[in-house]
């Protein structure tokens, strides 16, 4: 079993790749899609040596065969190079959440080093591929550090309620009634009049399927009738209370579809199983299928909410966060993601407007004010 060494750098702007880079992953990975070494330099800036010495010396590190070395013939990964390639990405998208939650911690933590005066916000929330973008966003252009720890949806709003966190990030079914599994699941969390909402997106889930839609999936019905190998997420979140509830609105119950109990940790982990070929389809967002070069079918419109007490609504720093989603600059950022749309973004929103599941208005407590 060979050992990992973790390191970071720091830098004016993050790329777009990997949270957790490795040479070895680029250059399997470059091979892969040119064909050929010299194609890989390229891809990659280097000389044809430099890759053809990288690769060799990794095939002696890990003592096996990377690369067909067929003289006159495109360059083709071994079958342990890709087991390799994929394990290390499934590794990566299941660790996502981990790994942003660790360079957020490091990230506010240095900050206070560069800029004493700094904002910094705790949040709590669902996974969600707009969140890191916003916390780019917030950084660079208002001081203000999202502490990001991402969880499942319930258990982002529980911490909100236990004081671990300022705010929380959860998501709904447009048109979820009161008798629908969102609400039976979010309404004992949440109480008007004690918290309030801030609008941040609407996004669309659905089926992700391989590219072509080979099984052609456009329906949790036809999933289950054609026993086609689905993966889920965790008991908790989100995107496992949107199943759950479009199961029961299609008649079906869980045991019909074929790996329900199989989980996995984020979007991101989801679209890897269905790109590996381990599964036909998995629950999750457009932005996290088109990542992964698969095809989608849209199952639900959801709007993503931030979740805070009222009494906190005029802290500075949730101020702030609300003065930046409101600007143009932030709602086209956003608008650029695969399935997503600005939704009401910065707006503070009535609990009881927004998710009408409160069919009687509770007694407001002494020291409370009204929603």
Not at 235 to 243: C, K
Not at 306 to 317: D, R, T, V
Request: hydrophobic share 45%; net charge positive.
């Amino acid at each position: 079993m060979r050992k990992i060494e973790l390191s970071y750098r720091l830098c004016s702007e993050r790329e777009p790749a990997a949270l957790i880079r490795n040479p070895l992953f680029e250059l399997l990975l470059a091979v892969r899609d040119s064909g050929s070494i010299s194609g890989a330099a390229r891809q990659l800036g280097l000389s044809y040596r430099h890759v053809w010495g990288q690769l060799k010396d990794w095939e002696q590190t890990l003592e096996q065969d990377l690369i067909f070395w067929e003289r006159g013939q495109a360059a083709r990964l071994t079958p342990f190079a890709d087991r390799l390639l994929w394990s290390e990405r499934l590794a990566q998208a299941r660790l996502g959440p981990q790994i942003e939650a660790l360079r957020a911690e490091l990230e506010r933590t240095l900050a206070l080093a560069f800029d004493p005066q700094a904002l910094v916000l705790m949040l709590h929330a669902s996974h969600d591929d707009a969140l890191p973008l916003l916390q780019d966003h917030a950084a660079s252009q208002a001081a203000l550090h999202l502490d990001i720890r991402f969880s499942g949806s319930v258990e982002a709003i529980r911490a909100l309620n236990a004081g671990d966190c300022v705010l929380a990030g959860f998501h709904v079914r447009e048109g979820a009634d009161g008798a629908s599994v969102t609400a039976r699941t979010y309404q004992p969390l949440l109480q008007p009049g004690l918290h309030k909402l801030i609008g941040f997106a609407r996004r669309q889930q659905g089926l992700m399927v391989a590219r072509g839609n080979p099984l052609r999936l456009d329906s949790l019905a036809r999933v289950a009738r054609w026993k086609a190998r689905f993966v889920n997420r965790a008991l908790g979140s989100g995107t496992r209370v949107l199943l759950d509830e479009l199961l029961q609105q299609a008649g079906l119950e869980p045991g019909q579809i074929q790996g329900y109990l199989r989980c996995e940790p984020s979007h991101a982990a989801v679209a890897q199983a269905v790109a590996s070929g381990s599964a036909d389809c998995g629950l999750g967002t457009e932005a996290a299928a088109r990542a992964q070069g698969l095809d989608f079918v849209p199952l639900a419109s959801e709007r993503y909410y931030l979740a805070c007490l009222k009494s906190a609504l005029e802290q500075p720093e949730l101020r702030r966060l609300r003065e930046l989603l409101a600007q143009p600059a932030w709602q086209s950022r956003i608008a650029q993601l695969p399935g997503y749309a600005p939704q009401a973004s910065g707006q503070v929103l009535s609990l009881r407007r927004e998710l009408p599941w409160w069919q009687l208005a509770p007694r407001t407590p002494a020291g409370q004010g009204q929603d």
